[in-house]
């Protein structure tokens, strides 16, 4: 099966694809993986006039590689305030940057959208997590079910908890 990961490159999940006997496929050939680079100017994303060149860019190198997946692992944005475990290079390496915010979140609701297996998963912040990744990693490379997948919202991240609105009201009249 083909399979596509959100950002491109984070080596810690391209060996785990190969190693189940899948291909990864990629937009850029920065790597050992041959993979082709297929600019398409003709492929069309519905987008505002308003959406910047970089990101149109990002999702043209993308749109080839849609036709061809047949599921994606899409990793979630890095935490704020968040400390590097292993040095930033390392991290990187290990998880990739994700270029551009704007073209990471597209980038996941495209395929979020398709009717493909796509496992979603938080960003790391702890060796524990990390081993927790490439198990469910390894378990979705198998049967590719989704249901093991994180809750994160439409931002990549893990939603955190929020007060109503009637209690921030109640809050502020009380602090009056």
Do not use: W
Not at 20 to 37: A, Q, V
Not at 72 to 85: C, D, S, T, V, W
Not at 107 to 124: G, H, N, W
């Amino acid at each position: 099966m083909n399979i596509i990961v959100i950002p491109d490159g984070a080596m810690i999940v391209v060996p785990l694809i190969e190693k189940n006997g899948h291909n990864y496929l990629s937009p850029t050939n920065f790597s050992k993986y041959d993979n082709e680079l297929n600019l398409n100017p003709n492929f069309r994303v519905k987008m505002s006039c308003e959406t910047p060149s970089g990101v149109r860019g990002r999702i043209s190198l993308l749109a080839p590689l849609l036709e061809k997946t047949d599921a994606a692992i899409i990793l979630g944005e890095r935490p704020q305030k968040y400390a590097p475990m292993y040095g930033v290079l390392n991290e990187l390496i290990l998880f990739c940057g994700n270029g551009c915010n704007n073209a990471h979140s597209l980038s996941a609701r495209i395929v979020s959208e398709m009717d493909i297996p796509v496992l979603k998963l938080a960003y790391p912040t702890t060796r524990d997590n990390i081993i927790d990744l490439i198990n469910r990693v390894n378990l979705f490379l198998k049967d590719f079910d989704s249901s093991i997948s994180d809750d994160i919202n439409t931002d990549l991240k893990k939603p955190t908890s929020k007060i109503s609105f009637s209690d921030f009201k109640k809050i502020l009249n009380n602090s009056i």
